[in-house]
């Protein structure tokens, strides 16, 4: 178990729908992702939140909003989807030090899989 | 900029024998290196980790890979695969460190190992 948990794991949903993805680490760690999976392709990293602040945003469509209202817990809010978002989405979290460069392994989540229709 | 590449996308081994899982990187700096699996329907998992330590990692369930930097080279190997190590592997290369910042991750486009009874 890595401590990582993702929620729901199963998502179908349609263009117009607003529906939100959650991850909650009970690691103690300080910095969250995103990213997409897609068949085929390299994982994409999606978004960074570094100490509840959003540090990189890797030119993700406007319809993708996250939220990270603590080190904790981290949210995808989706809004408008097209077909193409279908994915697996993973979260992931590590302990960042940035200022002194310390360990900061990613630890990731089961993934939320997501459909849209 | 890093980057990783997975000389194979997919990999066939008979249980009992040796597995090897090819990657190279490419980095402007000393780099962090990773191997993650990802099982069906699972998130990623950490084997194991080079952070300019020992040369030669070894990592859970058996695996261990060798840095090898006049090669550019972290092959993954297994001395005897088991049915359990079917699965999706992911060559990972940290990106560097970023002043307020927590690191990312560049991932391979990853290699399925089917192991044969």
């Known amino acids: 178990e890595t401590g990582v948990t993702q929620t729901p794991r199963h998502l179908v949903m349609g263009m117009t729908n607003k529906k939100s993805l959650k991850c909650e680490q009970h690691l103690g760690h300080n910095a969250m992702y995103w990213y997409k999976q897609s068949a085929k392709k390299p994982l994409e990293l999606m978004f960074v939140y570094n100490f509840k602040e959003q540090t990189e945003n890797n030119s993700v469509p406007s319809r993708f909003s996250p939220e990270c209202p603590n080190s904790s817990h981290l949210f995808l809010h989706l809004h408008t989807l097209q077909p193409e978002d279908s994915a697996l989405y993973l979260c992931?979290?590590?302990?960042?030090?940035?200022?002194?460069?310390?360990?900061?392994?990613?630890?990731f989540g089961p993934g939320t899989r997501l459909t849209v229709l | 900029a890093q980057s990783v590449t997975q000389l194979d996308s997919h990999v066939s081994v008979s249980e009992g024998t040796p597995v090897l899982l090819r990657c190279n990187y490419s980095s402007s700096y000393s780099p962090s290196l990773f191997w993650y699996v990802q099982h069906p329907n699972k998130g990623l998992q950490l084997l194991l980790k080079y952070t300019s330590a020992a040369t030669l990692v070894k990592g859970i369930n058996g695996f261990e890979a060798e840095f090898k930097k006049s090669e550019t080279s972290f092959h993954l190997t297994k001395p005897s695969a088991h049915m359990s190590d079917a699965a999706e592997y992911f060559c990972?290369?940290?990106?560097?460190?970023?002043?307020?910042?927590?690191?990312?991750?560049?991932f391979g486009s990853g290699t399925q190992l089917t192991v044969l009874p």
């Open positions: 990972v290369v940290r990106g560097p460190r970023s002043s307020g910042s927590a690191r990312q991750l560049t």
């Open positions: 992931a979290s590590s302990q960042a030090e940035p200022w002194r460069g310390g360990p900061d392994t990613q630890y």
